[in-house]
C-alpha cells in the first residue's frame, strides 16, 4: 500500500511538470504571435486610412471645382454675355421710372 501511495504522488509530480511545461509553451506562444497580430491590426488600420484620406482628396476636388464654376457663372465677363444673349440690355443707359428727390410744387 505504501508503494502505490508513493507512486500516485510521483504520477502527479509528473502531471503538474507537464502542464507548466505546457503552460510556458502557450505563454510562448502568445508571446510570439500577439507582435504578428498587433502589425497586422496597424497595417489594417493605414490601410482605411488611406483609403478614407483619398476619399477626402476628392472630395474636397470636387468641392473646388464647384467653387471655381460658382465662380465663373458669377463673374461680369459671363454675366454680360448671358445679358447680351438674352437682351437684358446691361451696358443700356437706364431709365428713370420715378422722379426722387424733387420738391413738390
Do not use: W
Not at 501511495?5 to 505546457?22: A, L
Amino acid at each position: 500500500m505504501i508503494d502505490d501511495v508513493q507512486n500516485v504522488s510521483v504520477k502527479s509530480g509528473n502531471h503538474g511538470f507537464i502542464g507548466i511545461v505546457v503552460l510556458l509553451i502557450l505563454m510562448g506562444l502568445m508571446v510570439c504571435m500577439v507582435p504578428v497580430y498587433m502589425q497586422n491590426r496597424i497595417n489594417h488600420l493605414y490601410g482605411n486610412f488611406y483609403s478614407l484620406r483619398e476619399k477626402v482628396n476628392l472630395l474636397n476636388r470636387e468641392i473646388l471645382l464647384q467653387e471655381f464654376e460658382i465662380n465663373k457663372l458669377t463673374s461680369l465677363e459671363y454675366l454680360a454675355g448671358f445679358a447680351e444673349h438674352a437682351g437684358l440690355g446691361l451696358y443700356d443707359v437706364p431709365v428713370k421710372v420715378m422722379v426722387s428727390g424733387v420738391p413738390n410744387e
